[in-house]
């Protein structure tokens, strides 16, 4: 069974400072996507990353594809408030049939 | 235009009883996907329907059932009700998309049914 891992699950930062979560899966694919959760709500797309070496932005998040190394990372870049939500990863291995979504990491941006 | 919608909001059912969860896919998406998320955990895969057919299915058992209606939108139905069935819900819809050369199908996930069973 596939199974797709992040980490960490827990992130505190300070903002203003840099960091960056991983997600690593363990059977072949190319197309991976990002998604933000704030407590309580739906799930919303960050990011579309459909090849190898694959890299795409959005203000200070920056989201990237290894599919060799099957990981998968999303850096945030001088963290504010605002981006603190509970960040997951899904692999696709069916052109979208079935979305595999990893564990999560709840990020909170500390003033 | 209207994302994807859900009703209901909030649902409290007892053991043992029935529930229908229903799904309006965005305009222009002919395919529903159905999860369960309990707390804390990432969304977990029910089922996808397509062309009013369940194209794919997750881990779940039979009590977890589905419909396609012919204008796309979709009903999630689970028997026999355990407290372990307490999760939100939420619905995705998609339609296939390609961008130099490679075709995918990112899923837009609805505001979600939350259920509680007591």
């Known amino acids: 069974e596939l199974k797709v891992e992040q980490n960490p699950l827990f992130l505190s930062m300070q903002e203003g400072k840099n960091y960056t979560i991983y997600c690593n899966y363990s059977?072949?694919?190319?197309?991976l996507y990002w998604y933000r959760q704030d407590p309580g709500k739906s799930l919303e797309s960050l990011f579309v990353l459909l090849s190898n070496g694959a890299v795409k932005q959005e203000g200070r998040l920056m989201a990237s594809l290894d599919t060799k190394a099957r990981l998968s990372t999303l850096h945030i870049t001088a963290a504010v408030h605002d981006l603190s939500a509970t960040y997951f990863c899904?692999?696709?291995?069916?052109?979208?049939?079935?979305?595999?979504f990893g564990t999560g990491t709840s990020l909170t941006v500390i003033p | 235009d209207a994302g994807v919608t859900q009703s209901p909001t909030h649902l409290i059912k007892t053991r043992g009883q029935q529930v229908t969860l229903r799904c309006s896919p965005k305009s222009g998406h002919d395919t529903v996907s159905w999860y369960q998320q309990a707390l804390g955990q990432g969304p977990q895969f029910i089922f996808q329907?397509?062309?009013?057919?369940?194209?794919q299915r997750g881990n779940f058992p039979d009590r977890f059932s589905g419909h396609q209606f012919p204008n796309y939108s979709s009903e999630l139905n689970v028997n026999a009700l355990l407290l372990g069935d307490s999760a939100l819900y939420l619905c995705a819809s998609s339609g296939g998309r390609a961008t130099s050369g490679v075709s995918y199908n990112e899923q837009f996930f609805g505001p979600g049914t939350r259920l509680t069973v007591l």
């Open positions: 899904a692999v696709d291995i069916f052109t979208g049939n079935q979305f595999y």
């Open positions: 329907y397509y062309e009013e057919e369940e194209r």
């Open positions: 059977t072949t694919s190319d197309r």
